[in-house]
């Protein structure tokens, strides 16, 4: 399972690559920041996230995200299998996030998540779709 953790990266220079375990570790790099900003910029501008429960998109997906991420919560997630065409790739991997409660204790969430991306005119990759589901426990 991987955490991602950052080092002596640049956090706001990340790019989602050709390789989808390469993108989620991307992916949870940024996640795991805790900064909305550095997690909102692997995002497209019209990209969907349904992180928050509910499908949003532009301003309220940034907002939301930044709010989520606020929080501190800590993802990790296990890549399952990836399928592209084209420009166009859907990534699913398992997830297990602990959340942060007002009362100080921390709630366990663990799903699927399916997200696709797509690689724009310059040759980078981008979230379009960022769909997580919960398992019912």
């Known amino acids: ?5 950052s080092s002596d990266v640049d956090l706001y220079n990340l790019d989602l690559t050709d390789d989808p375990e390469t993108q989620n570790d ?12 550095v ?23 940034t907002a939301s995200i930044t709010e989520i991420l ?7 997630a296990t890549y ?4 592209t065409a084209g420009d166009v790739s859907m990534i699913v991997v398992d ?4 959340m942060p409660s007002a009362d100080g204790t921390r709630t366990r969430m663990r799903g699927t998540c399916t997200d696709v991306l797509r690689r ?8 379009a779709i960022d769909r997580p589901v919960a398992l019912a426990e």
């Open 1 to 5: 399972m991987t955490t991602g953790t």
């Open 26 to 37: 991307v992916f949870l790099l940024a996640f795991n920041t805790g900064e909305g900003a």
């Open 39 to 61: 997690f909102d910029r692997l995002y497209r501008e019209d990209a969907i996230s349904n992180l928050s429960g509910a499908p949003l998109t532009g301003a309220e997906r």
């Open 70 to 76: 606020a929080q501190k919560p800590g993802l990790k």
């Open 80 to 83: 399952r299998y990836a399928v």
């Open 95 to 98: 997830y297990d996030m602990e």
């Open 120 to 127: 724009g005119a310059d040759g980078k990759w981008l979230m």
